[in-house]
Structure formats: C-alpha cells, structure tokens
C-alpha cells in the first residue's frame, strides 16, 4: 500500500490551481474534447474495422467518418425512444431490441460507463455481433461526472487498463481482445479543467503515463467458432 503521508515539507511555492474548471461541458466550447482527440486516433487506427453492417451508439458519425466504402449498412442505436437518429432502440444488458449476431462492426464510444450492470452489458456487446465481428469501444479513465447523463441513466463507472482488460477477456476470451490506455498527467489535469485538444500540443497529448490513464480503448472480435 502506499503511504498516507510524505515526510518531506511542502513546496509552497507552487502556483495555486483554479477552484473551478474553464468548462463543465468537457471542453466542447472550446473546441474538440481531449478524451475525443484520443477514441478518433484510435477509431482512425482501426477504420478498417468500420466495415460491413455498422451499428453505432445516439449517432452514424463515426461510422460516416471511418466506415469509406466499405460500410454496406448503418444502424444507430439508443436506449430509449425520442433519438430521432437512433434506428433501433435497444438494451444491452437484456438483449431486448437487438437482434443476435446481427452486426459487423459496432461502435460503442463512451457508453458503458452508463450502465449499472456492466457485466450483462459487455455479454451484450458480444451477443449482437455476427462471428467475426469487431467491437471498437471506449471508456474513461480520469473524467468528470457527465451530468445530463447521470441523470438520465446514472453515471456509474470509471475504469483503468487492468480491470477493463480482465471485463472483456472474460467475454470474448484474452486472445480476441487488445485493451490501450492513453493519457499523462498533462492531459487528464487539463480534461478535467475543461481544456480543449486545441490548447494542448501533438506532444503532450501523445505522451503516454500508466500511472494517469485517461482513456481506455477496446477491439474485441467475436470468435467465429464460439
């Protein structure tokens, strides 16, 4: 365990950090949120993926972004009836709504913190993808709590590298699943004050820290034999 307390003196001189954050929206005045900046490095990484019968989470942008030509049809899904985008409404954790081994490719960014029974709704990624199929998904590690949707679904979870690794491996089986994390202590202090990508470098994002992940991605592939 770590120690509770140092026996050096405190450095008074640092500078004194703000009581309140530059945004509560996470930084999406200001320009594109930094957890965004990494799930479309790690979308764009795996476009390949995007293929075949896409579903995504609440919108198609991703999948009109990264799906190119390949992409023969999109579905969008949302929990709940009044997403006029949402092509079907469905749950995850029960299954109801989704149509079994149905999708190539699904797209599940930023979604999974929002449900309480995680297990059953990992079960439910897998379920609704065809064999061979890719589930390209993101969490958060170091961020905010999401107040329009903890109070619509309840914000449940934050996670690190270890823990989701071990979630979805018991899943889909530890051969079909890779797990990254990506953040510094630059980038989780700034998403957490509300700062946007564009106040940081190329360098300081892509610096990478184990110890301040900020965001963890998933590629799972249902195995065809299973």
């Known amino acids: 365990m770590r120690r509770l307390f140092g026996r ?19 930084g999406s005045e200001r320009g594109r949120p930094i957890d965004r900046w990494y799930i479309e490095r790690f979308l764009e990484q795996n476009r390949a993926d995007v293929r075949g019968h896409v579903l995504e989470v609440a919108e198609s942008t991703y999948t ?20 006029a985008q949402a092509t079907v409404v469905g749950n995850l954790v029960s299954g109801d709504g989704l ?20 297990p059953a709704a990992v079960a439910g990624t897998r379920r609704l993808l065809a064999p061979g199929g890719v589930l390209l998904a993101t969490v958060p590690g170091i ?8 109070a619509a679904w309840g914000d449940w979870w934050r996670f690190n590298a ?65």
């Open 8 to 26: 050096r003196k405190v450095d008074r001189s640092l500078p004194v950090l703000p009581a309140e954050p530059v945004s509560r929206q996470f």
């Open 64 to 83: 009109e972004w990264y799906g190119d030509d390949a992409v023969s049809s999109s579905d969008v899904l949302y929990a709940a009836e009044g997403n």
């Open 99 to 118: 149509a079994e081994a149905a999708w190539d490719c699904f797209i599940c960014t930023q979604t999974l913190q929002f449900i309480a029974d995680l």
């Open 143 to 150: 961020s905010q709590i999401s107040t329009v949707d903890d």
């Open 162 to 226: 270890r823990g989701v690794k071990r979630l979805f491996e018991a899943e889909y089986g530890a051969a079909n699943v890779k797990v990254e994390r990506h953040g510094n202590v630059k980038t989780a202090a700034a998403f957490l004050y509300g700062l946007a990508a564009e106040d940081l470098t190329t360098e300081e994002l892509q610096r990478e820290d184990n110890d301040y992940q900020m965001l963890i991605c998933v590629r799972a592939v249902r195995d065809p034999a299973v």
